[in-house]
Structures are given as C-alpha cells and as structure tokens.
C-alpha cells in the first residue's frame, strides 16, 4: 500500500464560499500534486467550486502556485482572484 500523507486545504473567499467550509484535510498519496488536490476537491465539491479552482492560485508554504505538477506539502490555500484595492 502506497505511503499517504494528510493535506489541510484553506479556501479564503469565493472558495470558502463554494465549498461551504473555510478549512478541511484530505488524505492523499505522499507525493501527491495540485493536480492531485485539485482531483480531490472537485470530487468532494463538484462542479461550483471547480469554476473556482480554474482561475485560483494555491499557496503552498511560501509559494504562490498555479503549476499543477507541483508537489504540495501538508497545507495548501486555495486564493481566488480579489477584487479591490
């Protein structure tokens, strides 16, 4: 059985909004990518916050990522576009 790893995922605004929680964990396989989380949250939220995930950005420690490829650690934020100044 492969090694998995549990990843707390945030949502601030519009994907707090869309999935109906500002926080929750996931379990997946250690190694695991934002394709991989991003598989894990549409699974879970469907189709409204999938139209969120297209235009998000995942900070994963101190880093702003939109490359699915990228392996993820154990928190990754889900950040919308903002609006405002």
Excluded: N, Q
């Excluded at 500002?22 to 699974?43: H, M, N, P, Q």
């Excluded at 702003?64 to 609006?83: E, Q, S, W």
């Amino acid at each position: 059985m492969a090694e998995s790893v549990t990843v707390g995922v945030r949502y601030f605004a519009g994907a707090a909004d869309a999935a109906g929680t500002t926080r929750e964990s996931y379990d997946l396989r250690a190694g695991a990518t934002v394709a991989d989380v991003k598989s894990a949250l549409r699974g879970r939220h469907g189709e409204k916050l999938d139209r969120v995930l297209a235009v998000a950005v995942f900070l994963i420690g101190d880093e702003m990522v939109r490359d699915d490829a990228y392996p993820v650690g154990t928190r990754v934020d889900v950040l919308p576009p903002f609006a405002g100044g």
